[in-house]
Each structure stands twice: as C-alpha cells, then as structure tokens.
C-alpha cells in the first residue's frame, strides 16, 4: 500500500526496499572511538521511526545495529567508514530491505556537534533526526519486543471459499478515508444495485480502522468505527459479510497498529465482532519475517488463532507472491493468496498482472485460490473495452472478485460489467480450474478454461492498439468442428465460424460446448 507502503495507491512501491539514502556535510569532527556506544534518536520521521542504535568497533571490524518500530533490530551490514583521512568522515551501511529482487539503498550517517544526525530519504519519506547518547535506562525503555514464533505444522482447512470470495473492498477508492458511515452506505447499495443478489456479499474494511490497544492489549478501532459490533450487525442484516483487515508486523502498510504480539488475541476480538473475513498484509516486520519459513510460520500462527474462535471467518494472505505461496497457502489455513504487487487503475497495471503475472493454475481450487488483487472496474483509469478485459481476465483466472469503487454512485456500464450473471458463472464455476492461455501471437491472446458441465469458457484478448479479427479453431481446443457457442458479454449465440471483431484492449468471451 502507499504510505501504505506505499501499497494500495497511484504510485505504489513495487517491492519492499527497506533503506535511507541520505548525506551529510561534516561539523569537523572525525569518526572515532568517541562515536561509538549507544544511541537513541529524537523525533524521528513516524516512517520507519527509527528509535535507537548501537554501534561498536571490535577486533572483527566496524558493527551496527539501527531499531526501527516498523522493522525491529536491523544489522547495519556492510559498515564502513568514508571520506578523507584515516578515521573517514562519514559512516555508510544499508539494511537488509527483505527482499532479495531488489537492492538496498545506502544509509548515511555523521556527526552532528556531540550526536549524530540522520538525513536523507527512506522510501518517499524524508529523514531529518538527531541521536544523542543513551543510558543504559534508555536503551532498555526502547528494546523491541520480541515474540516466539510458534505455529502448528498444518492448519486445518476452515470448509470455506469453495468458490472464489467476491465482495467489495475499501483500499482502491478511499484509502485510509474509510468510515463507518460509508461502510453502511456501501453495504446498502450492494442490496439495492442487485450486486448482493449477483454473488458480492463481503463488504471488506481495509486499513484504517485501527485505533490503540488497551492496556488488557485488546485493539479497539479509532473514532471514525464508534463501533465493530453494531456496524457488523448492520452488515449482516442485509445478507452481506464482514471483513477486515491486520498485518502480522507491528504496523500496518499504513502505520497502524498489527497484529506483531497479539494474533490470538487479536482474532478472538474479531470473531467476538462477528467478522467474516480477514486480509492479512505483510505490512513491516522485515526485520523479522524475511525468510520463506519465517512469513510461512506468521501466516500459520495467525490460521490457526483463526480456527480457534470456532467462527467461519475466510482468511487471505497477503504476502505479494514473494515465497510462492501458493504451494503452502492452503496448508496455513488460506483460502486465497495474493499472487504480485498491488494493482493500479491502468491498463498496463491490469494487464501485466492479469496476462502475465496470473499465479501457478495448480495451486488453485475449491476452498484456495490465486489472488491477483481487486478489481478496479468503474474508478475511472480505463475504458469500458479495458474493464470488460480485467473482468474476463479475472473470471477465466477463477479469481477473487472483490470490487475496488464507489458502490454507491456506479454507472450504468460499471454497473453491467460488475453484474453479467453469465461471466460471474464463470468465475464461479464450481469445477474450480483456472484458465490457461492457449494462444499468444501477434499481441492476441486465446485463453480457455474448462467448466464443470462439459463446456469450455473462451477468452478472445486484442492486446494491440487497432481492432483485429479473432476467429476461433474449435477442433484445436477439443470441442468439434460445431460446438454451441454463446457470447456472454453480448448475451446472445453465434455462429461457431464467426470472426470476432475485437477491439483494441478488448475481449470477446465465449462459452462453447461440444
């Protein structure tokens, strides 16, 4: 997310780089045995809030380590002195950003009067802060806590999502400017749009709503959610789901407060609320989770707190695809796994993650499925022939279906793409198999995906600028030389030798059978 870590907004981040970039002019002072010790830093930046620092000078070298509220104890690996003369004038390190695609920034630090400062930039966020010496005192107010990381080895299935969750979630179009009235709002057009009736029946609450823990460490919402309970009764009184949203760090992709030390309590409060559904981000913690087994055993200690409240509550995980999680999501307890980075409301975003990016078709089925993010029909940053590709796109793939706009002021077109019963057959098609493409040339792609009674769904994709005519070659896909064949877009059957006409961006989505 943006701030969300730059996650969920225009703009995002498309990995987790974790380091300051920053310089610093000298006071006149040299890098010495005076420079070493502890540190503890004053207002500092909210992002990552680097609270303290220790650095030494043994017979192995130069070492550091720099805490961060967001990430924990980070090493300063590869600390080194620079500049002229033989102390240098200036240290450089960088941190360990958790992910191995990308490369860590260098973070730059030098001395300030009788402290040291720090500038420069981590992320989007600028670094402007002092560190004076610490007492032992200090240094010891400011330890990060440290948790066991104890999980079960296989977290038994919740009986859920036999068919991929479709609903509506917050982030796409309001960010952390979600509240309880808009959330009733949303949950009341749902009914009244037809959408409810269609299949959406989750009304999923993103970051945002969290407030502060109380002193049993129960997390209460913030004042714009006066009140979990109700706004989940009100909820479920209109035939619809609740879900919301955690992540295992201490902060969440936006800086509220995670679930890091309190996942079982955590989700007992949320099933005391009545929650259906939770998003669970791999939002900080780098520092700690940063390994395949290490996010696999937060991702399993969070299922099985889950399955301990004894309430149906469908969990996703949301790790970005990072330790191919689709091999081990079903075995934490997931019923969906985000498969890449967050999508954005553009053609190329839907369509590098939609074409190319679709997750491994194996690991998906009843009760699990390859996650490639919302959906972003209807916020504007496409066209219609756009739309109608990320949605068929979505359906081929068995994919989540959660919507990303503002249910309450949808167009007519928004509101016919969201609600073709015919595609959201497909989607839902309780055989469960993911479609494959078949055919790539030239910019157009034929994609196919078996349906439980027999027929087969059929993408025809115009990936290029200009129309072009797709024609079908049935016998090549197993289905005769005459199958049945109906547009589901159009609504309407056609010749199994007609030559679609597709537009630039656009698709024709078939259903054929033999």
């Given at each position: 997310?943006?701030?969300?870590?730059?996650?969920?907004?225009?703009?995002?981040?498309?990995?987790?780089?974790?380091?300051?970039?920053?310089?610093?002019?000298?006071?006149?002072?040299?890098?010495?045995?005076?420079?070493?010790?502890?540190?503890?830093?004053?207002?500092?930046?909210?992002?990552?809030?680097?609270?303290?620092?220790?650095?030494?000078?043994?017979?192995?070298?130069?070492?550091?380590?720099?805490?961060?509220?967001?990430?924990?104890?980070?090493?300063?690996?590869?600390?080194?002195?620079?500049?002229?003369?033989?102390?240098?004038?200036?240290?450089?390190?960088?941190?360990?950003?958790?992910?191995?695609?990308?490369?860590?920034?260098?973070?730059?630090?030098?001395?300030?009067?009788?402290?040291?400062?720090?500038?420069?930039?981590?992320?989007?966020?600028?670094?402007?802060?002092?560190?004076?010496?610490?007492?032992?005192?200090?240094?010891?107010?400011?330890?990060?806590?440290?948790?066991?990381?104890?999980?079960?080895?296989?977290?038994?299935?919740?009986?859920?999502?036999?068919?991929?969750?479709?609903?509506?979630?917050?982030?796409?179009?309001?960010?952390?400017?979600?509240?309880?009235?808009?959330?009733?709002?949303?949950?009341?057009?749902?009914?009244?749009?037809?959408?409810?009736?269609?299949?959406?029946?989750?009304?999923?609450?993103?970051?945002?709503?969290?407030?502060?823990?109380?002193?049993?460490?129960?997390?209460?919402?913030?004042?714009?959610?006066?009140?979990?309970?109700?706004?989940?009764?009100?909820?479920?009184?209109?035939?619809?789901?609740?879900?919301?949203?955690?992540?295992?760090?201490?902060?969440?992709?936006?800086?509220?407060?995670?679930?890091?030390?309190?996942?079982?309590?955590?989700?007992?409060?949320?099933?005391?609320?009545?929650?259906?559904?939770?998003?669970?981000?791999?939002?900080?913690?780098?520092?700690?989770?940063?390994?395949?087994?290490?996010?696999?055993?937060?991702?399993?200690?969070?299922?099985?707190?889950?399955?301990?409240?004894?309430?149906?509550?469908?969990?996703?995980?949301?790790?970005?695809?990072?330790?191919?999680?689709?091999?081990?999501?079903?075995?934490?307890?997931?019923?969906?796994?985000r498969t890449t980075g967050d999508i954005e409301d553009s053609y190329a975003s839907m369509a590098a993650i939609g074409f190319d990016k679709n997750g491994v078709p194996r690991h998906t089925g009843p009760g699990g499925w390859n996650d490639p993010d919302m959906l972003e029909v209807g916020n504007g940053g496409m066209t219609t022939e756009e739309y109608r590709t990320h949605i068929s796109l979505w359906a081929l793939m068995a994919a989540p279906l959660l919507m990303g706009n503002d249910a309450r002021s949808m167009t007519r077109d928004t509101l016919a793409l969201l609600g073709n019963a015919e595609v959201i057959a497909i989607d839902q098609d309780p055989l469960g198999r993911q479609g494959l493409p078949v055919r790539k040339r030239d910019g157009m792609e034929i994609w196919t995906r078996p349906?439980?009674?027999?027929?087969?769904?059929?993408?025809?994709?115009?990936?290029?600028?200009?129309?072009?005519?797709?024609?079908?070659?049935?016998?090549?896909?197993?289905?005769?030389?005459?199958?049945?064949?109906?547009?589901?877009?159009?609504?309407?059957?056609?010749?199994?030798?007609?030559?679609?006409?597709?537009?630039?961006?656009?698709?024709?989505?078939?259903?054929?059978?033999?």
């Amino acid at each position: 997310m943006t701030k969300r870590f730059l996650g969920h907004a225009p703009g995002r981040v498309l990995g987790w780089v974790l380091g300051v970039l920053a310089g610093v002019l000298l006071t006149g002072q040299a890098w010495g045995a005076d420079l070493m010790g502890d540190w503890v830093f004053q207002a500092a930046p909210s992002f990552p809030r680097f609270t303290k620092m220790v650095i030494r000078h043994d017979t192995d070298g130069l070492r550091g380590t720099i805490t961060s509220e967001w990430y924990g104890d980070l090493p300063m690996l590869d600390l080194k002195a620079v500049g002229e003369g033989p102390a240098g004038e200036r240290l450089v390190f960088h941190i360990d950003n958790g992910n191995p695609k990308l490369k860590p920034l260098d973070l730059t630090l030098a001395p300030d009067g009788s402290g040291i400062r720090l500038t420069g930039q981590v992320w989007y966020e600028k670094q402007d802060a002092t560190a004076h010496r610490a007492t032992a005192a200090e240094m010891a107010a400011l330890d990060f806590p440290t948790y066991p990381l104890l999980a079960p080895a296989y977290v038994p299935s919740n009986g859920l999502a036999r068919t991929p969750p479709m609903g509506w979630s917050s982030w796409n179009k309001f960010a952390e400017a979600i509240d309880d009235k808009t959330v009733r709002e949303i949950a009341d057009a749902l009914v009244r749009s037809g959408l409810r009736d269609a299949g959406y029946v989750y009304v999923n609450i993103d970051d945002g709503w969290q407030g502060d823990r109380g002193p049993d460490g129960v997390l209460h919402p913030n004042v714009k959610f006066p009140d979990m309970k109700a706004l989940a009764d009100y909820v479920h009184a209109r035939g619809l789901k609740l879900g919301i949203y955690s992540s295992p760090g201490p902060k969440t992709c936006a800086g509220y407060a995670g679930s890091y030390g309190h996942v079982e309590q955590d989700a007992r409060t949320w099933a005391e609320w009545g929650v259906d559904y939770l998003k669970y981000d791999l939002c900080s913690g780098e520092g700690f989770y940063h390994t395949a087994e290490t996010v696999r055993a937060v991702y399993q200690q969070m299922g099985a707190a889950l399955n301990a409240t004894r309430r149906p509550i469908v969990y996703s995980l949301c790790e970005y695809g990072r330790f191919d999680v689709g091999a081990w999501g079903r075995d934490v307890g997931g019923n969906l796994w985000r498969t890449t980075g967050d999508i954005e409301d553009s053609y190329a975003s839907m369509a590098a993650i939609g074409f190319d990016k679709n997750g491994v078709p194996r690991h998906t089925g009843p009760g699990g499925w390859n996650d490639p993010d919302m959906l972003e029909v209807g916020n504007g940053g496409m066209t219609t022939e756009e739309y109608r590709t990320h949605i068929s796109l979505w359906a081929l793939m068995a994919a989540p279906l959660l919507m990303g706009n503002d249910a309450r002021s949808m167009t007519r077109d928004t509101l016919a793409l969201l609600g073709n019963a015919e595609v959201i057959a497909i989607d839902q098609d309780p055989l469960g198999r993911q479609g494959l493409p078949v055919r790539k040339r030239d910019g157009m792609e034929i994609w196919t995906r078996p349906l439980a009674d027999g027929s087969v769904a059929v993408g025809l994709f115009n990936r290029t600028d200009t129309p072009v005519a797709i024609t079908a070659d049935w016998p090549a896909l197993g289905l005769g030389d005459h199958p049945k064949v109906r547009d589901l877009w159009a609504h309407r059957s056609v010749a199994p030798n007609a030559a679609h006409m597709v537009p630039a961006h656009g698709v024709v989505l078939l259903r054929a059978k033999p």
